[in-house]
């Protein structure tokens, strides 16, 4: 079992930033491969970032690609998302996502925190 911990979720104005941070727990998080969702009201849950368990390998949604950042630093066992240059469309409800086998563009991964809230307002 692995337990992710999402923080950093907060109220930004657009154009401002966050970095969201997961925390893991349970297993030995250098294995795992990464990722980050969202899920906007009324909306399905999509894909933002992915980070591959050795950190060489990264992939970004088109919304995102040049304003978002994942990266992670296994020493502490935590993955983040910078978010730079906000906007209100990004408001939604962040996940981070671990998988020991795939690192997927979908949202099938195996651990799943609880979320947390990012609002942008305009």
């Known amino acids: 079992q692995v337990q992710l911990v999402e923080s950093g979720g907060g109220l930004v104005q657009a154009g401002g930033s966050l970095r969201l941070s997961c925390a893991a727990s349970g297993r030995t998080f250098s294995n795992y491969n990464m990722g980050w969702f969202r899920q906007a009201p009324g909306k399905e849950r999509e894909f933002v970032a992915a980070i591959r368990w050795g950190g060489s390998n990264t992939y970004y949604a088109d919304s995102v690609k040049g304003r978002f950042t994942v990266s992670r630093d296994n020493a502490k066992n935590t993955v983040y998302l910078q978010m730079n240059s906000l906007k209100p469309e990004d408001t939604a409800v962040y996940y981070c996502?671990?998988?020991?086998?795939?690192?997927?563009?979908?949202?099938?991964?195996?651990?799943w925190g609880q979320g947390t809230q990012v609002t942008v307002s305009s």
């Open positions: 996502a671990a998988d020991r086998w795939k690192l997927s563009l979908r949202d099938d991964y195996d651990y």
